[in-house]
């Protein structure tokens, strides 16, 4: 079968306009009606990956739909590089931590910051530079942990306190 230019045109826009399961179908529909050396004229003439047909012409052969699995790429989480590193920070941070010294939250504050906690990590841990998340994904840990960088503050007595009673500042013998 000929591929005029009007039909390249119609099977490539049909084919951008689908997703997933759908386009693959398509793309093996129309490869199978395509004469015998359909995938590489598929190929060279559409521009359609021949993994992409395979995984078509199977699904169009069994009947099954191949899961996509979208959610499961993309990048992982450094802990899944460094299983080590929650822990590490843990133990630095909690030396340098205190509650709220009014009580008024359950929060953690640290004196630390995210880079020196990063700096720590490399001194103490023995953890390597090109290793090491950067400064703001550490600070996101920290977040994550409950820990938020700022000021460890001292409470703070009252400016006023109430007038002693008479009969308390006289001692009686």
């Not at 899944?80 to 590193?85: F, M, S």
């Not at 709220?100 to 004196?111: A, G, N, V």
Request: proline share 8%.
């Amino acid at each position: 079968m000929d591929l005029t230019p009007a039909l390249q045109d119609l099977f490539i826009t049909t084919a951008t306009r689908l997703r997933g399961s759908a386009r693959r179908l398509f793309m093996a529909q129309t490869v199978q009606t395509l004469d015998p050396g359909g995938q590489a004229t598929a190929e060279r003439e559409l521009g359609w990956n021949r993994t992409t047909l395979r995984k078509g012409l199977r699904e169009l052969t069994t009947g099954l739909t191949c899961a996509d699995a979208y959610a499961a790429r993309g990048r992982k989480p450094v802990e899944a590089h460094l299983p080590t590193l929650l822990a590490d920070i843990r133990a630095l941070v909690d030396a340098q931590s205190q509650i709220d010294p009014q009580f008024k939250s359950t929060r953690l504050y640290t004196r630390l910051t995210a880079a020196e906690v990063r700096r720590q990590l490399l001194t103490y841990k023995g953890y390597t530079d090109p290793q090491l998340p950067s400064a703001s994904t550490i600070r996101r840990k920290l977040n994550a942990l409950g820990y938020y960088p700022s000021r460890v503050q001292k409470t703070q007595p009252k400016w006023r306190s109430p007038k002693p009673m008479p009969s308390l500042s006289k001692s009686t013998p």
